[in-house]
């Protein structure tokens, strides 16, 4: 059975979301027949009743599974025959971590640099929610919360000292997968294709190592895209 994929999206059917891309990546990764809904954040509520309120979600063989990881893990259980996404019982539990470390540590700090940016995707009934939702969290408008935290230098924090792990450990192997790009891979590079789908800020600052790394998952699926 076909698995279905709904996916937040911007302006155009601008694919954005950083917890969304770890997914289509799996999907691809496994070579499963997929189907996509595109949804705006506005219409979230429309599935299954107003069950669910976060994307990412599949639906598969009438069961809805939502959160990235969960899904990563579905995929691997009900597609044995497909590549696995996961390398071992360990590799799973770091999905764990590195999703949370995507949160606390990426996500959060590059929203403040990118937040109007991010905006300025949506479709135009999207805006007033997202604005609304994320300047009670801010406590201050969108624009000023991205013109602050540039003039913080906050970039050089986020790109430099967070994901330097993550740059010694490349220059050691391929991937974080090893030869060849693994779900931990893809829930990283979902937060960096965020950023660059939506600004053009983020992705120039990016250290040799890591642009290389981004550019190699980039090429890997470039026919799907």
Not at 62 to 73: G, R
Not at 84 to 96: H, R
């Amino acid at each position: 059975m076909v698995v279905t994929f709904y996916e937040l999206v911007g302006e155009g059917q601008n694919n954005f979301s950083p917890w969304c891309w770890p997914v289509r990546m799996a999907l691809w990764h496994k070579k499963i027949d997929f189907e996509t809904v595109p949804l705006k954040f506005t219409q979230i509520s429309s599935i299954d009743q107003g069950q669910y309120k976060t994307l990412p979600l599949i639906k598969h063989n009438m069961q809805y599974v939502v959160d990235s990881v969960a899904i990563a893990l579905h995929l691997d259980a009900h597609f044995l025959e497909k590549d696995a996404l996961f390398s071992s019982e360990k590799e799973k539990n770091y999905a764990v971590f590195v999703k949370n470390f995507c949160a606390s540590c990426l996500t959060n700090n590059i929203s403040r640099l990118i937040v109007y940016d991010v905006y300025q995707t949506l479709y135009d009934d999207d805006k007033p929610y997202f604005r609304q939702s994320r300047e009670k969290y801010f406590g201050q408008p969108l624009e000023d919360v991205q013109s602050q935290y540039r003039q913080l230098n906050l970039l050089e924090e986020v790109l430099h000292k967070n994901l330097r792990p993550l740059t010694m450990t490349l220059k050691q192997q391929d991937y974080l997968g090893g030869m060849k790009p693994s779900f931990l891979d893809y829930q990283i590079y979902g937060v960096l294709k965020w950023a660059d789908m939506c600004s053009d800020y983020i992705i120039p600052s990016l250290d040799q190592r890591l642009t290389q790394w981004y550019r190699l998952i980039d090429n890997y699926y470039s026919h799907k895209v």
